[in-house]
Antibody
Framework: QVQLVESGGGLVKPGGSLGLSCAAS????????MTWIRQAPGKGLEWVSY????????YYADSVKGRFTISRDDAKNSLYLQMKSLRAEDTAVYYC??????????WGQGTLVTVSS | QSALTQPPSASGSPGQSVTISCTGT?????????VSWYQQHPGKAPKLMIY???MRPSGVPDRFSGSKSGNTASLTVSGLQAEDEADYYC?????????FGGGTKLTVL
């Protein structure tokens, strides 16, 4: 069965950096686009970034462009999100998800990132 | 990157039907047949309920159906059950990016 397990969340000061990981299993990771989606406490879902199966196509939401970097390691079946210049408004649960036909077919359980001094 | 517009709340009694709308533009909902819907219970990760406007993933009850007309997509839940009480989000491909609706809290009375 498909499993996505995020890790790396935690408390970071404004202006700081943090890296998230997502370990995938149960499907051919290298064949699928993958994405990060976040949800601020008590708020709705916000798409953050996606990466193509080859890594050659990457897009970001305007809110994170220039600060976040998505990447993947197919040998490790892993997806990453490197975040820098973090702001209070980046506080959220971050989910990784498998994309199929532009739908988010499977989601991880999420990892909480808190940006606070 | 404007969010899609959903009503903040919807409600219905057990056994009734309820429809949730999701309004975008010709650049997202109206321009592509890549509208999807997600159900989220409190403290849980979202779950895909509908993809490509009206397709149901395996395991999703046929009480859930989707449609689209112009720039507005809709999710209909028929034969409401207590476990359908949750937040529902729509999403659309928008030509290189993806946008979500603000979410609708569905209450089963």
């Amino acid at each position: 069965q498909v499993q996505l397990v995020e890790s790396g969340g935690g408390l970071v000061k404004p202006g700081g950096s943090l890296g998230l990981s997502c370990a995938a299993s149960g499907f051919t990771f290298s064949a699928y686009y993958m994405t990060w989606i976040r949800q601020a406490p008590g708020k709705g879902l916000e798409w953050v970034s996606y990466i193509s199966h080859t890594g050659g196509t990457i897009y970001y939401a305007d809110s994170v462009k220039g600060r976040f970097t998505i990447s993947r390691d197919d040998a490790k079946n892993s997806l990453y999100l490197q975040m820098k210049s973090l702001r209070a408004e980046d506080t959220a649960v971050y989910y990784c998800a498998k994309i199929r036909r532009w739908a988010f077919e499977y989601w991880g359980q999420g990892t909480l990132v808190t940006v606070s001094s | 990157q404007s969010a899609l517009t959903q009503p903040p709340s919807a409600s219905g009694s057990p056994g009734q039907s309820v429809t949730i709308s999701c309004t975008g533009t010709s650049s997202d909902v109206g321009g592509y047949n890549y509208v999807s819907w997600y159900q989220q219970h409190p403290g849980k990760a979202p779950k895909l309920m509908i993809y490509e406007v009206s397709m149901r993933p395996s395991g999703v009850p046929d009480r859930f159906s989707g449609s689209k007309s112009g720039n507005t997509a809709s999710l209909t839940v028929s034969g409401l059950q207590a476990e359908d009480e949750a937040d529902y989000y729509c999403s659309s491909y928008a030509g290189s990016i993806v946008v979500f609706g603000g979410g609708t809290k569905l209450t089963v009375l």
